[in-house]
């Protein structure tokens, strides 16, 4: 093990599979000599060259569609946004392009590239700077997307996607980097599609990903002081959604707080408790609730930013009004 | 090295099986057989097997929907071509594609694409990845002017520059975008004149002369091959259909479209064979020879069987 930043893992993750794999190359936006503006590609280029680290221009429709290009005749890119918001940019090349070319095809192509970008808030980036996307994504069939909030968990999906494949947006946040965790050292992977309960507990299941699952440990804790044993599972996959580990929670404690930074309108907390809904509703002995960024753009001042995302505070009131 | 007149022969006969195909289209859609759209490439036939054969087999094509003869030339059989457009399992994506998205990567063809420039920077992708791996392939994107205007073209306009990518850009100048003279919505509409501003070797050809075209694509492919970086051609030619099944075709007279049939591509690639040295009697029995591979096409793929139901859910991750 070793106590590393979720950085520094994401950077090991791609340093180790471009070592064995003379497939994996990277491209984005001052990811060379610059090691990307969240330092998650520093040194690459040192080692493995700039056709390899290759620096693009602003310009995210063609670099996500040349991954593309590159991966249907049998590369491995691994391609960097430099903020989640420049999907929309790209979004022809991610939705119309990497999502639907192998089904389009019958099979006879696949796009084995991963998308990374880091989304979200919390620290005053403004409307087109803090957007999260998942649930957009999410909409689109075709496409895995992993959400990792642990450095542990963010370098064994980062290897997990790049060998996936198919195409996998994979979502780190801006506030994440610096979180420090412990990593195994070498290979491992995480599965794709495979939540983890970070937390046991019997009375409430909190579902969270990414930063806000942070949050829920932080609430959970708080909770604890107050006689509220909280479960908290980390996602870690948004798409494909693991639900039986969601169910199997939900069937012991009977009360569910599904917690995101997107939007809560028509949010992934929305689909869960449908699932929920659906495939075991004599599980809850309460109704469920979501928590979510609130339905306006994202502002700048904190004291605003603050009321706008959900915040560990919000989890705790949240659940203590189930109780 | 130059189409042969026995190749040329060879190439008029595919650039019949091409308009065969589409005219075998036309008649299916009327039948109510087509499902979804149809945009016939029907007078740009010299461009497409100019170009495609050019190249070797293992290069890479990325076209548009219009791309039916870019396809077919490039090596798609043209028996799952037919099948696909009837939406069979037999089609080249299974049924699943249908007329925008025919794709074979055995014979280098990584799809139609049904965006106009969506395919442009998969072509540079895969020159990128020759570049990478030093190969020796080439990559070549056929698109419309009408795709000129959209932002990911230029892009990759200027990646294809900037990484000297073993990339050809074929822009077929059939004079409209969809229903639109493309005068009136292109701000210079001598296209070639926007990729050389890139930086592009680029030039503007007589689309409907075969040998023009194979002759410059093969000297990009040439170059390319060569590290010398990419290459423009734009091919001027006319699409003597509408841009898709039940086109009213207002912005256009039917003088126009007869007297561009005079110039049409397979009537002067027949001029040119007779100048040859070529019998009447040849073109009649290649254009035979055309008509009997339609005939196995549609006969192939008529009774080719349907998708089954589960089969929707195969060839995505779920």
């Given at each position: 093990m070793s106590n590393i930043t979720y950085a520094q893992a994401l950077n090991e993750a791609l340093r180790e599979e471009m070592k064995v794999d003379s497939r994996v190359f990277l491209m984005?936006?001052?990811?060379?000599h610059h090691g990307g503006i969240f330092r998650v590609t520093k040194d690459l280029i040192d080692e493995f060259g700039a056709d390899r680290v290759r620096d693009t221009p602003i310009s995210e429709s063609s670099f996500v569609g040349v991954g593309i290009g590159a991966a249907m005749v049998g590369l491995r890119p691994v391609v960097e946004?430099?903020?989640m918001d420049f999907a929309l940019v790209a979004a022809d090349q991610i939705v119309n392009q990497a999502a639907k070319l192998r089904y389009m095809s019958g099979g006879t192509v696949s796009i084995p590239m991963v998308v990374r970008a880091q989304q979200g808030g919390g620290r005053g980036n403004g409307a087109q700077h803090s957007q999260s996307f998942e649930t957009w994504l999410a909409q689109v069939p075709g496409l895995i997307i992993v959400a990792p909030s642990t450095p542990a968990d963010a370098k064994g999906l980062l290897k997990s996607s790049i060998r996936a494949g198919n195409p996998v947006i994979f979502i780190e946040h801006k506030l994440l980097y610096n979180t420090k965790g412990d990593v195994p050292e070498g290979d491992y992977s995480i599965p794709i599609g495979k939540a983890e309960i970070k937390r046991d507990g019997r009375d409430i299941t909190i579902v969270s990903y990414s930063r806000t699952l942070l949050f829920a440990l932080e609430a959970a804790e708080t909770l604890a002081q107050k006689g509220i044993e909280a479960e908290v599972i980390d996602l870690r996959t948004i798409e494909p959604l693991d639900m039986n580990t969601i169910l199997e929670s939900v069937k012991g404690t009977g009360r569910l707080l599904v917690v995101h930074e997107a939007h809560s309108n028509c949010g992934l907390g929305a689909e869960i408790i449908a699932r929920v809904y659906e495939q075991a509703p004599d599980s809850l002995i309460m109704p469920p609730r979501r928590l979510g960024a609130k339905h306006v753009p994202i502002p700048v001042a904190e004291t605003l930013e603050d009321v706008v995302l959900p915040q560990p505070a919000d989890i705790v009131n949240a659940v203590e009004a189930m109780f | 090295m130059p189409l042969t007149p026995e190749r040329l022969q060879e190439a008029y006969r595919q650039m019949l099986v091409i308009r065969k195909f589409e005219e075998a289209i036309r008649s299916l859609y009327q039948q109510g057989k087509i499902r979804g759209s149809f945009h016939p490439c029907v007078g740009q036939e010299a461009t497409a097997v100019g170009g495609c054969w050019a190249l070797r087999k293992d290069d890479y094509l990325t076209c548009t929907y219009r791309g039916h003869g870019q396809a077919i030339a490039k090596g798609l059989n043209v028996q799952a071509a037919m099948a696909e457009m009837l939406g069979k399992t037999t089609g080249c994506s299974k049924g699943k594609g249908g007329s925008m998205h025919f794709t074979d990567p055995s014979v280098g063809l990584l799809g139609a694409n049904a965006i106009v420039a969506g395919g442009v920077p998969h072509a540079a992708g895969a020159a990128l990845a020759s570049q990478l791996q030093k190969k020796d392939n080439v990559a070549i994107a056929y698109f419309g002017e009408g795709a000129v205007n959209q932002g990911v073209f230029l892009e990759s306009l200027n990646?294809?520059?900037?990484?000297?990518?073993?990339?050809?850009?074929?822009c077929e100048n059939n004079l409209y975008?969809?229903?639109?003279?493309?005068?009136?919505?292109?701000?210079?509409?001598?296209?070639?004149?926007?990729?050389?501003?890139?930086?592009?070797e680029a030039m503007r050809i007589d689309g409907n002369?075969?040998?023009?075209?194979?002759?410059?694509?093969?000297?990009?492919?040439?170059?390319?091959?060569?590290?010398g970086g990419p290459t423009y051609i734009e091919a001027m030619t006319y699409r003597l259909w509408g841009h898709m099944m039940g086109d009213p075709e207002i912005y256009r007279t039917k003088e126009e479209v007869t007297k561009a049939k005079e110039n049409e591509p397979i009537v002067r690639c027949g001029k040119r064979l007779l100048e040859l040295g070529c019998t009447s009697e040849d073109l009649t029995r290649l254009d035979g020879e055309a008509e009997s591979i339609i005939a196995d096409a549609l006969q192939f793929a008529e009774s080719s069987p349907a998708p089954q139901p589960a089969d929707a859910f195969t060839d995505v991750f779920i």
């Open positions: 984005g936006e001052d990811i060379g946004l430099l903020f | 990646l294809a520059v900037i990484w000297k990518l073993p990339l050809i850009l074929v975008s969809e229903m639109s003279p493309s005068h009136e919505t292109t701000s210079v509409v001598e296209t070639y004149k926007r990729a050389a501003g890139f930086g592009f002369d075969i040998e023009a075209v194979y002759n410059a694509v093969e000297s990009a492919a040439a170059r390319a091959r060569a590290g």
